[in-house]
């Protein structure tokens, strides 16, 4: 079976699969590409009180994702476009994978950060952006979780998002 649809996921989506035990089956079902941020920035996550460590080493060799690397100049031309209102928001891994779904026309990004959705519909990309549980469900799965990681809290931000371009905010 071909994994269908190219996702580029946040950090707080890869250390939430893997706390769910889902990265697997999501891994499975769809193409994932993680930003090399994203990867330095996932190095454990936390089940039932216990740090476990994430080797990534096996993960990359067997293919389950692809991790890309974007040049400084490119996420600097990708910050350029914002104010200090989203840049003060924006953290490395979300950036770089914010700056690679710009080169990757037909891909979607999963977070959990309000400021993911708010430069998707700053940008008139809302559709792009997928909630955690959306993709669960796309995979699935059904997970109790947190408001952040639900369909409506993106929906919510990415309004803000359109709202503050039509004011003329967040944008240069």
């Known amino acids: 079976m071909t994994r269908p649809r190219l996702i580029l996921l946040d950090t707080n989506v890869v250390l939430r699969l893997f706390e769910l035990g889902a990265w697997e089956s999501v891994t499975k079902r769809f193409r994932i590409v993680l930003a090399e941020a994203v990867v330095e920035e996932s190095q454990f996550y936390t089940r039932d009180g216990e740090r476990i460590y994430i080797d990534w080493e096996p993960i990359l060799a067997a293919g389950a994702v ?10 600097e ?12 928001r924006f953290d490395p891994g979300e950036t770089e994978a914010m700056t690679l779904m710009q080169s990757e026309r037909e891909s979607s990004i999963c977070s959990a950060d309000a400021i993911v959705w708010r430069v998707l519909g700053n940008t008139n990309d809302g559709e792009r952006g997928i909630s955690l549980e959306e993709l669960l469900q ?5 997970k109790s979780l947190p408001d952040q990681f639900s369909k409506a809290f993106r929906e919510r931000w990415t309004r ?13």
Do not use: C, H, N
């Open 77 to 88: 031309r990708f910050k350029s476009r914002f104010d200090a209102t989203y840049l003060d």
């Open 66 to 75: 692809e991790v890309r690397q974007v040049p400084l100049r490119e996420i």
């Open 160 to 172: 803000k998002g359109e709202t503050e371009r039509f004011m003329g905010l967040g944008g240069l």
């Open 138 to 142: 796309q995979a699935g799965q059904t």
